[in-house]
């Protein structure tokens, strides 16, 4: 398969992390994994931007407290009713955290102008599936169920997540489908990891020196699920669900220098085939891993806003003339 052309951002990163001598995370142990990735953030991403609220909290888990914090954007009234995000980190199910993705979750509290919830589940191997799936069906619950309290629009919430957390959150929204959850207003996927039930030669492309590669995966998936039958569950593998009819209108977005790149654009392909609404965004010069890369991908900023609008969309064509109104009455 010829490869398209490298993003010259991209092409700056890969020679710099040679130059430093990184390691693919393949190479290093769970816990080495998790201090490379907190180490690179600071170095990949600029500094978070502040919003009126970012307030920490658990909600009760299966298996114990999971992590939480709430945005609320910058300038807006703390008794605003607003939508909301509830946005599920990446990191292979081995790292990521609340501070991984806080920077990215402010932008979009934001831009958008709603609410974002970010959930911290646990993480494999100490953890392997399905307890992240758990984690967020039970944040999810809370969330949904507590909507009032949180000053959250209860009619209008949506899910998303990036990698390992696009794949959580098409489960979350294949469960609401189902009527096991309530069902989110909106997907926001980008480059999910929704297939695990593959070797190493069925994830492609696998161009040099990214941060990300096919071996990359097969560790964050031997890791996740080292029951090989788990990696045909639809709650690890969601592209393996049944039917996707009846799903939630999503934004898919892939990247054409990432191993995940043919599952995610199946993934969205299959969405339109069910007759679901979807825009696939497909970016052919750019890595996995980049929306968050802002301090040295250009584009990151304009694919967060991008997400920003696209979830703003949502909202403002669900939002009823009576909606406003008892939203106006309830503050």
Not at 172 to 200: C, E, F, S, W
Not at 274 to 287: G, I
């Amino acid at each position: 398969m010829d490869l398209a052309a490298v993003h010259p951002d991209v092409e700056a990163l890969i020679a710099a992390a040679k130059a430093a001598g990184s390691k693919p995370f393949e190479a290093l142990s769970p816990p080495e994994a998790r201090v490379a990735a907190a180490a690179r953030r600071v170095v990949l991403q600029l500094p978070p931007e502040p919003v009126s609220e970012a307030s920490d909290g658990v909600i009760d888990g299966p298996a114990g407290p999971v992590a939480t914090r709430l945005y609320r954007p910058a300038g807006e009234p703390a008794e605003t009713v607003l939508p909301c995000l509830v946005y599920i980190h990446g990191g292979g199910w081995v790292f990521g955290d609340l501070e991984s993705h806080d920077a990215l979750c402010r932008r979009l509290a934001n831009q958008a102008r709603c609410c974002v919830v970010s959930v911290h589940y646990r993480l494999a191997p100490e953890h392997p599936f399905p307890a992240a799936v758990e984690d967020c069906v039970a944040a999810w619950k809370a969330i949904t169920s507590g909507a009032r309290a949180l000053r959250i629009d209860a009619t209008r919430i949506a899910i998303g997540g990036d990698s390992a957390g696009g794949a959580l959150a098409a489960a979350i929204a294949l469960m609401g489908r189902d009527g096991d959850l309530a069902a989110p207003l909106h997907q926001t996927l980008i480059y999910p990891a929704v297939d695990l039930d593959q070797d190493l030669e069925g994830y492609g492309p696998n161009s040099p020196g990214m941060m990300i590669s096919g071996a990359t995966m097969i560790y964050f998936r031997d890791h996740y699920t080292p029951r090989s039958a788990d990696r045909r569950d639809w709650r690890a593998s969601p592209l393996k669900a049944e039917s996707f009819a009846g799903l939630a209108p999503a934004l898919v977005i892939t990247c054409g220098h990432d191993p995940l790149s043919v599952e995610g654009s199946a993934f969205a392909r299959r969405l339109a085939e069910a007759d679901v609404r979807v825009t696939h965004l497909h970016l052919s010069d750019q890595t996995h891993g980049m929306i968050t890369m802002t301090r040295v991908i250009r584009t990151a900023i304009g694919l967060q806003d991008y997400v920003a609008a696209a979830l703003r969309e949502a909202f403002e064509a669900f939002e009823a003339p009576i909606g406003k109104e008892a939203r106006s009455n309830e503050g």
